[in-house]
């Protein structure tokens, strides 16, 4: 799935290929608020495909049947199971423990190595994780952060990480909630 997309809030998203053609062309007007979640999936396999990874692509491939896991990548004897979020507001106790649930599901079953690494992915870290800001006293971590890192029903296993791959967009996204 080499190449890349180009994603304005106007036209919607241009799929290109390696030589930098537009192979496809997805209307906004024709895009569902949940379809934002596929394009985010691709954007960050695309960007995980440049950096050298191989990717397989769960989430477009089966849906709702990818349990809990959108891509699976792989490189030199390193796997990353990620799931892929495209929010804009932070993360509550309820989501958290669904995409732990949701992951382990799929996880157990898998053959691990230590060096295997968990991932929910998102576009704005400080959207989806703020720090808590109490009076008089420094930012602190957001919980939700904690709860996802300190909850690891198979820590020997795998490791769990929370990275952040924001999505370039041309303007702010129709009917999305504002970005950055």
């Given at each position: 799935m080499a190449g890349r997309l180009e994603v304005h809030y106007q036209t919607g998203v241009t799929v290109l290929n390696e030589s930098g053609e537009a192979t496809d062309l997805i209307p906004v007007q024709d895009m569902a608020l949940s379809d934002w979640g596929f394009v985010y999936e691709r954007w960050?396999?695309?960007e995980?495909?440049?950096q050298g990874w191989e990717?397989?692509?769960r989430g477009l491939t089966l849906g709702l049947l990818d349990k809990g896991i959108d891509l699976v990548a792989f490189s030199e004897g390193r796997t990353r199971f990620l799931q892929c979020k495209f929010i804009h507001?932070?993360?509550g106790k309820q989501t958290i423990e669904q995409v732990l649930y949701n992951g382990s599901q799929y996880l157990h079953k898998q053959q691990?190595?230590?060096s295997d690494v968990y991932e929910l992915v998102v576009p704005y870290l400080e959207k989806a994780f703020p720090p808590i800001r109490k009076k008089n006293k420094p930012l602190t971590e957001n919980f939700q952060m904690r709860r996802f890192l300190g909850h690891n029903q198979i820590q020997s296993r795998i490791r769990l990480s929370i990275t952040e791959v924001a999505m370039d967009i041309k303007c702010p996204v129709r009917g999305?909630?504002?970005l950055k």
């Open positions: 960050v396999g695309l995980l495909e440049q990717v397989d692509y507001t932070p993360f691990l190595n230590r999305a909630p504002r």
